[in-house]
Protein backbone atom coordinates (compact mmCIF):
# COMPACT_ATOMS: atom_id res chain seq x y z
CA UNK A 1 0.00 0.00 0.00
CA UNK A 2 1.52 3.42 -0.64
CA UNK A 3 2.13 5.64 2.13
CA UNK A 4 0.27 8.83 1.90
CA UNK A 5 2.29 12.50 2.95
CA UNK A 6 0.61 14.10 5.69
CA UNK A 7 -0.38 17.70 4.99
CA UNK A 8 1.11 20.69 7.25
CA UNK A 9 -1.77 21.14 10.26
CA UNK A 10 -1.10 24.59 10.27
CA UNK A 11 -4.06 27.26 9.88
CA UNK A 12 -2.84 29.43 7.63
CA UNK A 13 -2.79 26.36 5.13
CA UNK A 14 -6.27 26.07 4.44
CA UNK A 15 -6.52 29.51 3.86
CA UNK A 16 -3.62 29.22 1.52
CA UNK A 17 -5.74 26.41 -0.65
CA UNK A 18 -8.82 28.49 -0.76
CA UNK A 19 -6.72 31.35 -2.43
CA UNK A 20 -5.21 28.86 -4.86
CA UNK A 21 -8.97 27.55 -5.54
CA UNK A 22 -11.12 30.45 -5.55
CA UNK A 23 -10.00 33.84 -4.30
CA UNK A 24 -12.97 35.14 -3.67
CA UNK A 25 -13.93 32.52 -1.30
CA UNK A 26 -11.89 34.01 1.70
CA UNK A 27 -14.86 36.64 1.96
CA UNK A 28 -18.28 36.51 2.88
CA UNK A 29 -20.62 36.98 0.19
CA UNK A 30 -24.24 38.25 2.24
CA UNK A 31 -25.90 37.01 5.15
CA UNK A 32 -28.77 34.20 3.93
CA UNK A 33 -28.62 32.86 7.51
CA UNK A 34 -28.20 34.33 10.68
CA UNK A 35 -27.39 31.71 13.32
CA UNK A 36 -27.67 31.90 16.96
CA UNK A 37 -25.77 29.95 19.29
CA UNK A 38 -28.05 30.04 22.84
CA UNK A 39 -25.68 28.18 24.95
CA UNK A 40 -23.65 24.73 25.61
CA UNK A 41 -26.29 23.36 27.98
CA UNK A 42 -26.82 19.68 26.58
CA UNK A 43 -28.66 16.67 28.02
CA UNK A 44 -26.21 14.52 25.84
CA UNK A 45 -22.03 14.94 25.90
CA UNK A 46 -21.55 13.81 22.33
CA UNK A 47 -18.36 12.44 21.74
CA UNK A 48 -18.53 14.56 17.63
CA UNK A 49 -19.55 17.29 19.75
CA UNK A 50 -17.82 20.27 18.23
CA UNK A 51 -19.00 22.38 21.08
CA UNK A 52 -17.70 19.71 23.50
CA UNK A 53 -21.55 20.59 24.94
CA UNK A 54 -22.43 18.71 28.26
CA UNK A 55 -25.71 19.03 31.01
CA UNK A 56 -22.19 20.70 32.93
CA UNK A 57 -21.78 23.20 30.52
CA UNK A 58 -23.23 26.56 31.89
CA UNK A 59 -22.99 28.84 28.89
CA UNK A 60 -26.56 30.40 27.99
CA UNK A 61 -27.88 33.30 26.14
CA UNK A 62 -29.73 35.88 28.50
CA UNK A 63 -32.74 36.76 27.26
CA UNK A 64 -31.55 40.58 26.17
CA UNK A 65 -28.41 38.79 24.12
CA UNK A 66 -31.75 37.05 22.38
CA UNK A 67 -33.81 39.94 21.64
CA UNK A 68 -30.95 42.23 20.42
CA UNK A 69 -29.75 38.95 18.00
CA UNK A 70 -33.39 39.69 16.65
CA UNK A 71 -32.86 43.36 16.25
CA UNK A 72 -29.98 42.69 13.85
CA UNK A 73 -31.82 39.90 12.16
CA UNK A 74 -34.11 42.89 11.24
CA UNK A 75 -31.42 45.14 9.98
CA UNK A 76 -29.68 42.39 7.74
CA UNK A 77 -33.16 40.23 6.58
CA UNK A 78 -31.62 36.76 6.47
CA UNK A 79 -34.11 34.34 4.28
CA UNK A 80 -33.46 32.07 8.21
CA UNK A 81 -32.93 32.22 11.69
CA UNK A 82 -31.34 28.97 12.67
CA UNK A 83 -31.29 28.18 16.12
CA UNK A 84 -28.17 25.68 17.58
CA UNK A 85 -26.54 24.83 20.80
CA UNK A 86 -26.13 22.72 23.04
CA UNK A 87 -29.21 21.66 22.88
CA UNK A 88 -31.99 24.47 22.20
CA UNK A 89 -34.79 22.80 23.51
CA UNK A 90 -33.25 22.90 26.77
CA UNK A 91 -32.82 26.79 26.59
CA UNK A 92 -36.05 28.39 28.76
CA UNK A 93 -35.72 31.50 25.59
CA UNK A 94 -36.52 28.78 22.99
CA UNK A 95 -40.59 29.66 22.62
CA UNK A 96 -40.34 33.14 23.15
CA UNK A 97 -37.65 33.69 20.22
CA UNK A 98 -39.37 31.55 17.74
CA UNK A 99 -42.87 33.61 18.59
CA UNK A 100 -40.93 36.63 17.88
CA UNK A 101 -39.11 35.36 14.79
CA UNK A 102 -42.12 33.99 13.43
CA UNK A 103 -43.82 37.47 14.04
CA UNK A 104 -41.44 39.34 12.58
CA UNK A 105 -42.04 37.36 9.04
CA UNK A 106 -38.74 34.94 9.93
CA UNK A 107 -38.20 31.47 8.85
CA UNK A 108 -36.86 29.78 11.98
CA UNK A 109 -35.05 26.26 12.22
CA UNK A 110 -34.15 24.27 15.20
CA UNK A 111 -31.57 22.30 15.86
CA UNK A 112 -31.95 19.13 18.10
CA UNK A 113 -30.52 16.04 19.10
CA UNK A 114 -34.05 14.30 19.45
CA UNK A 115 -33.67 13.16 22.78
CA UNK A 116 -34.00 16.10 24.81
CA UNK A 117 -37.55 16.10 23.01
CA UNK A 118 -38.47 13.12 25.01
CA UNK A 119 -37.61 14.74 28.38
CA UNK A 120 -41.05 15.20 30.26
CA UNK A 121 -40.07 19.08 30.46
CA UNK A 122 -39.47 19.07 26.93
CA UNK A 123 -42.79 16.86 25.77
CA UNK A 124 -44.59 20.48 24.75
CA UNK A 125 -41.60 21.64 22.57
CA UNK A 126 -43.07 19.52 18.96
CA UNK A 127 -46.24 20.83 19.27
CA UNK A 128 -45.00 23.95 19.91
CA UNK A 129 -42.76 23.90 17.40
CA UNK A 130 -44.92 22.58 14.43
CA UNK A 131 -47.84 25.09 15.44
CA UNK A 132 -45.24 27.96 14.70
CA UNK A 133 -43.89 26.26 11.49
CA UNK A 134 -40.43 25.79 12.75
CA UNK A 135 -38.18 23.84 10.61
CA UNK A 136 -36.17 21.46 12.45
CA UNK A 137 -32.73 19.76 11.88
CA UNK A 138 -32.78 16.61 13.96
CA UNK A 139 -29.60 14.81 14.54
CA UNK A 140 -29.15 10.98 14.24
CA UNK A 141 -25.76 9.76 14.09
CA UNK A 142 -26.43 6.01 13.21
CA UNK A 143 -29.60 3.47 12.15
CA UNK A 144 -29.09 1.08 14.78
CA UNK A 145 -28.26 1.47 18.87
CA UNK A 146 -25.21 0.19 18.57
CA UNK A 147 -23.90 2.63 16.12
CA UNK A 148 -25.67 5.96 17.78
CA UNK A 149 -24.06 4.38 21.03
CA UNK A 150 -20.77 4.59 19.74
CA UNK A 151 -21.44 8.49 19.56
CA UNK A 152 -24.11 9.14 22.29
CA UNK A 153 -24.91 6.66 24.49
CA UNK A 154 -28.11 4.86 24.54
CA UNK A 155 -30.09 7.35 22.34
CA UNK A 156 -31.82 5.50 19.33
CA UNK A 157 -34.94 4.35 21.20
CA UNK A 158 -35.97 7.71 22.63
CA UNK A 159 -35.04 9.46 19.31
CA UNK A 160 -37.15 7.09 17.43
CA UNK A 161 -40.08 7.91 19.51
CA UNK A 162 -39.63 11.24 19.40
CA UNK A 163 -39.21 11.01 15.61
CA UNK A 164 -42.76 9.24 15.54
CA UNK A 165 -44.55 11.92 17.62
CA UNK A 166 -42.90 14.68 14.70
CA UNK A 167 -44.76 12.50 11.79
CA UNK A 168 -48.22 12.11 13.77
CA UNK A 169 -47.77 15.96 14.10
CA UNK A 170 -47.16 16.24 10.32
CA UNK A 171 -43.89 16.92 10.12
CA UNK A 172 -42.46 15.74 6.55
CA UNK A 173 -46.13 14.39 5.50
CA UNK A 174 -46.33 15.13 1.63
CA UNK A 175 -49.11 17.31 2.33
CA UNK A 176 -47.52 19.41 5.14
CA UNK A 177 -45.58 22.64 4.96
CA UNK A 178 -43.91 21.47 8.01
CA UNK A 179 -39.77 20.44 7.49
CA UNK A 180 -37.67 18.03 8.92
CA UNK A 181 -34.63 17.42 7.82
CA UNK A 182 -32.31 14.49 9.76
CA UNK A 183 -28.30 15.26 10.28
CA UNK A 184 -25.42 12.49 9.81
CA UNK A 185 -22.30 11.73 10.91
CA UNK A 186 -20.35 9.30 10.00
CA UNK A 187 -18.37 6.80 11.80
CA UNK A 188 -15.33 7.88 13.83
CA UNK A 189 -12.16 8.04 11.39
CA UNK A 190 -14.22 8.19 8.15
CA UNK A 191 -14.98 10.40 5.49
CA UNK A 192 -18.79 11.24 4.17
CA UNK A 193 -20.35 8.08 2.00
CA UNK A 194 -22.09 9.97 -0.62
CA UNK A 195 -25.31 12.15 0.63
CA UNK A 196 -28.25 9.33 -1.46
CA UNK A 197 -26.77 6.76 -0.66
CA UNK A 198 -26.92 7.28 2.94
CA UNK A 199 -30.50 8.71 2.16
CA UNK A 200 -31.78 5.92 0.61
CA UNK A 201 -30.05 3.64 3.52
CA UNK A 202 -32.06 5.74 6.03
CA UNK A 203 -35.22 5.82 3.82
CA UNK A 204 -35.19 1.97 3.96
CA UNK A 205 -34.61 1.55 7.30
CA UNK A 206 -36.54 4.40 9.18
CA UNK A 207 -39.67 4.24 6.95
CA UNK A 208 -40.89 0.56 8.30
CA UNK A 209 -40.34 2.20 11.58
CA UNK A 210 -42.72 4.98 11.10
CA UNK A 211 -40.16 7.51 10.41
CA UNK A 212 -40.64 9.79 7.80
CA UNK A 213 -37.97 12.80 6.82
CA UNK A 214 -37.46 15.30 4.08
CA UNK A 215 -33.50 15.41 3.32
CA UNK A 216 -30.92 14.08 4.96
CA UNK A 217 -27.60 16.06 5.41
CA UNK A 218 -24.38 14.35 5.88
CA UNK A 219 -22.06 16.39 8.57
CA UNK A 220 -18.78 15.60 8.56
CA UNK A 221 -16.88 14.98 12.18
CA UNK A 222 -15.06 18.53 12.31
CA UNK A 223 -11.88 18.09 14.19
CA UNK A 224 -12.83 20.84 16.95
CA UNK A 225 -14.02 20.97 20.46
CA UNK A 226 -14.63 17.51 22.11
CA UNK A 227 -14.06 15.38 18.82
CA UNK A 228 -10.34 17.27 18.42
CA UNK A 229 -9.74 16.38 21.79
CA UNK A 230 -10.26 12.67 21.26
CA UNK A 231 -7.94 13.10 18.54
CA UNK A 232 -4.72 14.80 19.97
CA UNK A 233 -6.00 12.09 23.07
CA UNK A 234 -5.24 9.00 21.02
CA UNK A 235 -2.25 11.13 18.69
CA UNK A 236 -4.58 10.99 15.62
CA UNK A 237 -5.02 14.50 14.84
CA UNK A 238 -2.84 15.27 12.62
CA UNK A 239 -3.17 11.68 10.69
CA UNK A 240 -7.42 12.79 10.55
CA UNK A 241 -6.83 16.44 9.37
CA UNK A 242 -4.50 15.09 6.95
CA UNK A 243 -7.21 12.78 5.66
CA UNK A 244 -9.82 15.92 5.28
CA UNK A 245 -7.07 18.28 3.53
CA UNK A 246 -6.51 15.00 0.72
CA UNK A 247 -10.46 14.97 0.24
CA UNK A 248 -9.80 18.71 -0.15
CA UNK A 249 -12.93 19.81 -3.28
CA UNK A 250 -12.12 23.15 -5.17
CA UNK A 251 -15.89 22.47 -6.38
CA UNK A 252 -17.41 22.71 -2.99
CA UNK A 253 -15.18 25.96 -2.25
CA UNK A 254 -17.73 28.38 -2.92
CA UNK A 255 -20.95 26.94 -0.99
CA UNK A 256 -18.93 27.13 2.08
CA UNK A 257 -21.72 27.84 4.69
CA UNK A 258 -19.76 30.84 6.27
CA UNK A 259 -19.64 32.51 3.05
CA UNK A 260 -23.45 33.06 3.56
CA UNK A 261 -24.02 33.32 6.87
CA UNK A 262 -23.48 34.85 10.70
CA UNK A 263 -23.32 33.26 14.33
CA UNK A 264 -24.18 34.82 17.30
CA UNK A 265 -23.20 33.06 20.58
CA UNK A 266 -24.79 33.47 23.58
CA UNK A 267 -22.45 36.00 24.98
CA UNK A 268 -23.38 38.33 21.98
CA UNK A 269 -20.32 38.13 20.20
CA UNK A 270 -19.94 36.98 16.52
CA UNK A 271 -18.11 33.97 14.54
CA UNK A 272 -18.34 32.92 11.07
CA UNK A 273 -19.72 29.67 11.46
CA UNK A 274 -20.95 27.23 14.41
CA UNK A 275 -17.34 25.24 14.21
CA UNK A 276 -15.21 28.04 14.19
CA UNK A 277 -16.82 29.16 17.47
CA UNK A 278 -16.71 25.40 18.48
CA UNK A 279 -12.57 26.23 18.04
CA UNK A 280 -12.67 29.72 19.79
CA UNK A 281 -12.56 31.84 16.86
CA UNK A 282 -14.67 34.80 16.71
CA UNK A 283 -15.36 37.09 13.47
CA UNK A 284 -11.52 38.51 13.05
CA UNK A 285 -12.37 41.31 10.10
CA UNK A 286 -15.10 43.59 10.79
CA UNK A 287 -17.60 43.59 13.80
CA UNK A 288 -17.13 41.18 16.41
CA UNK A 289 -20.52 41.81 19.09
CA UNK A 290 -23.77 42.59 18.59
CA UNK A 291 -22.70 45.92 19.95
CA UNK A 292 -20.14 46.50 17.11
CA UNK A 293 -22.69 46.69 15.14
CA UNK A 294 -26.21 47.75 16.91
CA UNK A 295 -24.53 50.59 18.35
CA UNK A 296 -22.41 51.38 15.79
CA UNK A 297 -21.94 55.44 14.65
CA UNK A 298 -22.75 54.43 11.02
CA UNK A 299 -25.10 50.82 11.22
CA UNK A 300 -25.22 50.41 7.30
CA UNK A 301 -21.32 50.91 7.24
CA UNK A 302 -21.14 47.95 10.06
CA UNK A 303 -24.13 45.89 8.50
CA UNK A 304 -21.86 45.76 4.67
CA UNK A 305 -18.71 44.96 6.73
CA UNK A 306 -20.28 42.25 8.74
CA UNK A 307 -21.99 40.43 5.00
CA UNK A 308 -18.48 40.91 3.27
CA UNK A 309 -15.86 40.11 6.00
CA UNK A 310 -12.79 38.08 5.48
CA UNK A 311 -13.49 34.98 6.62
CA UNK A 312 -11.47 33.74 9.31
CA UNK A 313 -9.82 29.91 8.68
CA UNK A 314 -7.88 26.54 10.41
CA UNK A 315 -7.42 23.33 10.25
CA UNK A 316 -10.88 21.93 11.44
CA UNK A 317 -12.58 23.79 7.64
CA UNK A 318 -11.06 21.24 5.67
CA UNK A 319 -14.00 19.11 7.33
CA UNK A 320 -16.04 21.67 5.09
CA UNK A 321 -14.75 20.65 1.89
CA UNK A 322 -13.73 17.21 1.97
CA UNK A 323 -15.28 14.89 -1.09
CA UNK A 324 -19.14 16.68 -1.41
CA UNK A 325 -18.56 18.96 1.49
CA UNK A 326 -20.37 19.14 4.63
CA UNK A 327 -24.28 19.51 5.17
Do not use: K
Not at 114 to 141: D, I, K, N, T
Not at 241 to 257: E, I, K, R
Request: proline share 6%.
Amino acid sequence: MDTVALEPVAPTRFAERIESALPEAARAVRVDTLMLNVGLRCNLACAHCHQSSSPARSEVMPRETMLDALRLAGLLEPALIDITGGEPSLWPHLPETITLARAAGFAVRVRTNLVALARPECAHLSAFFAEHGASLLASLPGLNAQSVAEQRGAAFEPSIGALRTLAVLGYASPDSSLVLDLAYNPPFGELSRPEAVVTAEFRAALGPLGVRFNALRVITNVPAGRYAERLRASGEYASHVSMLAGAFNPAVVNDLACRYGVEVAWDGTLSDCDFNLGEGLRVANGPQTLADVLDAADVAAALTALATRRIAFGPHCYACTAGAGSG
